[in-house]
């Protein structure tokens, strides 16, 4: 059974930084951030395939997508520096046996979800 298990989300005020681990199962090809605020729809983060990142123009410069590369170590980690009180959302982490560029072209999301972690950043 595939299992995606975030940590690290919180309370933080604003221009502080938390990091969310995302524990995974097994390995993917792919690893990903998205994250919704109320009212709000989805929104990519930041995304790891291999050793291909991406993120989104909001977080450019402030949020930082890695993984573990330990074998039997699939986690991947969203460093957030500089927090404002726009990021805040619940934060999901995704993941997938395909990469990024290939699930656009297929145009889906991600297979696999975790259950989402609280990121609350105060003025």
């Known amino acids: 059974q595939v299992r995606l298990v975030e940590s690290g989300g919180g309370s933080v005020q604003s221009g502080g930084s938390l990091r969310l681990s995302c524990a995974a199962s097994r390995y993917f ?3 990903g ?8 729809e989805r929104e990519e983060v930041a995304t790891i395939d291999r ?11 402030r ?4 993984r573990d590369r330990d074998i039997g170590k699939n986690t991947a980690y969203l460093q957030m520096n500089s927090l404002k009180p726009e990021d805040t959302a619940v934060y999901f982490c995704a993941a997938d ?5 290939l699930m656009l072209l297929q145009r889906r999301v991600p297979a696999y979800w975790g259950q989402g972690t609280q990121v609350t950043v105060s003025s």
């Not at 949020?63 to 890695?66: D, H, K, R």
């Open 29 to 31: 090809v792919y690893m």
């Open 33 to 40: 951030w998205f994250r919704q605020a109320p009212g709000e």
């Open 51 to 61: 050793s291909t990142t991406t993120y989104a123009d909001s977080v450019k410069g």
């Open 63 to 66: 949020f930082t997508i890695s």
């Open 97 to 101: 046996d395909t990469a990024r560029s």
